[in-house]
């Protein structure tokens, strides 16, 4: 029998008047190969309701304990600084997601994936269980931060492929002075709403829409996964941002005025 998954779709926030929301590039609907109808079809919708993906190809596989997802990124992503943190994100939380729905749904197990040179093994074959989804719990704390941050609004998306997760991207006409000052008070909005997402992204743009600043963060039961990238001469204006990781371990040059 062909199982459809129900998955949620995307909800953008207008945030102002005036002031549209719109998904980064190169964003786009991998090519699905091996696994059962079913599996391929449960991924495609999946990455639909993440609005596309960084990643150009999956491949289902069968592994010893069930089955492993082989993700192949887009080209032109992987030679851009900052992407790999977004395309991580993709690539778990589209696993975890999948995994989420393979046991709702009685497919075989999903044990893991692999991306862009990174092999992650699930640690529970159960996912952790999040509160009732409530978007009014979610979306106001980080519109609010993110209105007051000044920044305009480049992503502000809440996605449902299996459990919420937020992407958030914003772009800085001053970089340097917006992580020294003002990108604190939204991630710890985003942090006050983790316990109720898979996961959420923030990245900040400069104003030739580069990522100059980028952020993830998943959680599957006990475990936390966060990524961070920081332009190199950026790292003194980030390095009191509320985040898991310590961002300049070996120091970093001053925060450029």
């Not at 929301?21 to 786009?28: I, V």
């Not at 079913?38 to 190809?57: C, D, M, N, P, S």
């Not at 941002?241 to 070996?250: I, K, Q, R």
């Amino acid at each position: 029998m062909n199982v459809r998954p129900s998955i949620g779709v995307v909800v953008a926030v207008l945030l102002c008047a005036g002031v549209a929301t719109a998904a980064t590039s190169a964003r786009t609907a991998p090519v699905i190969s091996g696994g059962s109808p079913t599996q391929r079809q449960t991924i495609r919708e999946l990455a639909h309701a993440l609005g596309g993906t960084q990643i150009h190809q999956i491949r289902i596989t069968a592994a010893d304990a069930g089955t492993e997802l082989v993700m192949q990124p887009a080209i032109r992503d992987r030679s851009r600084p900052g992407a790999s943190v977004r395309l991580g994100w993709d690539a778990q939380l589209l696993s975890y997601s999948f995994l989420r729905l393979s046991l709702i749904h009685h497919l075989p197990r999903v044990i893991g994936f692999s991306a862009g040179g990174q092999h992650v093994v699930f640690r529970s074959a159960a996912p952790r269980p999040i509160p009732t989804f409530d978007r009014l719990r979610i979306v106001p704390p980080v519109a609010r931060a993110v209105k007051r941050s000044g920044a305009r609004v480049i992503e502000f998306n809440l996605f449902r492929p299996a459990a919420p997760a937020f992407a958030v991207v914003v772009l800085a006409q001053k970089p340097s002075t917006f992580l020294a000052h003002r990108l604190g008070s939204v991630i710890t909005a985003l942090n006050s709403v983790a316990p109720r997402l898979d996961g959420f992204y923030i990245g900040v743009a400069d104003s030739e829409r580069r990522i100059v600043f980028a952020y993830s963060r998943t959680a599957e039961r006990a475990t936390v996964t966060t990524t961070i990238y920081v332009r190199p001469d950026l790292l003194g204006c980030a390095k009191d941002l509320p985040v898991e990781n310590e961002v300049a371990p070996d120091g970093a040059p001053p925060c450029p005025r």
